[in-house]
């Protein structure tokens, strides 16, 4: 098995919102201990450089994500988050002198699919000075990741962005960049996988097992940065290594299956996310 581009490394499933576009999860809510993930670095360490420290949950709610930023870093790792924004302000040092620290992705879309107490204008001018104070630190990017859904406020979220970052921008096929290492993406709202969802036959692609796998707060892995609930558990890593679960029958189904371009789990043939590959 070739080394991974990413590996999402979940240190907790809990979040402090409730987003519309998100499905939450019904695992029992868990914060990954230090001692846990200073075990997992070196079990992941032969496998890539990139740690996404999510898959559910809201990073910045972790009260020991300085030190598991700084144990990244001191392994070599590069970490990058993904934070509903809420929490900039609070942790804006420790962000800002954490060495290890690639991208900091911030999900603009949140605010509008949540009720929050605070005025949107608050949230977003703490959104967007924490963009303007970290230009050239690490990457920032903007998501407005809610075409099709809550994206009423895309008009007022674009002109406060020109404001705080003065245009020309520079469009690349990959996102505006507005300013040095700072982004503005867009995307659409998209169902996450699950059970109970239809089927929409086997034929699929993923590349869960090729260029990712995902590590939940429990150990439990599983093959993509989509199964929230661990429906397709292939082990777990605080009892076995990833060497280990790539030889299960299970996880070469998995990889054999899409090599085929044919999903192998029913949470696959239930995902439209593995459509969009064909």
């Given amino acids: 098995m070739k080394r991974l581009r990413k590996i999402y490394l979940e240190i907790s499933n809990v979040c402090n919102l409730h987003c519309t576009f998100c499905p939450g999860t019904r695992r029992e809510k868990r914060f990954m201990t230090v001692e846990e993930f200073s075990s997992l670095l070196p079990k992941l360490r032969l496998w890539t450089d990139y740690l996404y420290f999510h898959l559910m949950g809201e990073p910045l709610c972790h009260p020991e994500l300085a030190e598991f930023l700084r144990l990244a870093g001191g392994a070599g790792f590069r970490v990058i988050l ?3 924004g809420t929490s900039l302000e609070e942790k804006r040092e420790i962000l ?5 620290l690639h991208k900091v992705n911030i999900s603009l879309h949140a605010f509008e699919a949540n009720d929050l107490s605070i005025p949107f204008e608050t949230y977003l001018s703490r959104c ?15 998501r407005l990741w809610n075409g099709g ?10 002109s406060a962005m020109e404001r705080a970052f003065p245009t020309p921008w520079d469009v ?5 960049q507005i300013a040095r290492r700072v982004y503005l993406e867009y995307g659409d709202k998209f169902d996450w996988p699950a059970l ?9 692609f993923c590349h869960g097992l090729r260029d990712q796998v995902g590590v939940l707060c429990d150990g439990t892995v599983v093959p993509c940065c989509l199964d929230h609930e661990g429906d397709i558990a292939l082990g777990n890593l605080f009892e076995t290594t990833l060497e280990e679960i790539w030889e299960t029958p299970r996880a070469k189904a998995i990889y054999q299956g899409f ?14 996310y593995a459509r969009r590959f064909l």
């Fill in 172 to 176: 690349q096929p990959r996102g505006t």
């Fill in 128 to 142: 967007l000075s924490f963009g303007q104070v970290a230009e050239g630190k690490f990457l920032v990017v903007y």
């Fill in 196 to 204: 109970s969802a239809p089927d929409g036959g086997e034929r699929a």
């Fill in 82 to 84: 993904t934070t509903n």
């Fill in 259 to 272: 090599a085929r371009k044919k999903a192998a789990e029913e949470l696959c043939r239930k995902c439209g």
């Fill in 96 to 100: 800002l002198n954490a060495p290890a």
């Fill in 149 to 158: 859904g809550a994206e009423q406020r895309n008009p007022e979220i674009l």
